[in-house]
C-alpha cells in the first residue's frame, strides 16, 4: 500500500476511533452547548496528521527549496572555476 493513501486512512480510523458516541435522543436541543472535547481532540489529530505528513514531503526531498538561489542581476555570471578559484575571487572582493 503507498505511503500516501495509508496515512489519510490513518487519519480517518483515529477520528472515527476517538469520536463520541452519538448524543441519545431524550436529551433536548440546546443551540449553546457545544462539545469543547470532541473538537479539541479532533483538532488535536488533524494538527498531527498535517504535521506527518510535512515531515513526510520535506524527508521525500519532491519538494525542491529555491531559497538558497540567487536571483539574476542582469549581468553575465563570473566564470566558475574550481574551488581554490572562488576561494581567491572572494579573497579579493573583501580588499
Not at 42 to 52: E, K, Q
Not at 76 to 85: H, K, V
Request: hydrophobic share 40%.
Amino acid at each position: 500500500m503507498d505511503l500516501w493513501t495509508f496515512l489519510p486512512l490513518c487519519g480517518i480510523m483515529i477520528v472515527s476511533a476517538v469520536a463520541e458516541p452519538p448524543v441519545p435522543k431524550d436529551v433536548p436541543n440546546d443551540p449553546f452547548h457545544y462539545d469543547y472535547e470532541s473538537l479539541r481532540i479532533g483538532g488535536l489529530v488533524f494538527a498531527v496528521v498535517l504535521f506527518l505528513l510535512g515531515i513526510l514531503i520535506i524527508l521525500s526531498r519532491r519538494c525542491r527549496c529555491k531559497f538558497n538561489q540567487q536571483q539574476r542581476t542582469g549581468e553575465p555570471d563570473e566564470e566558475e572555476g574550481t574551488l581554490r578559484n572562488s576561494i581567491r575571487r572572494l579573497s579579493t572582493r573583501m580588499r
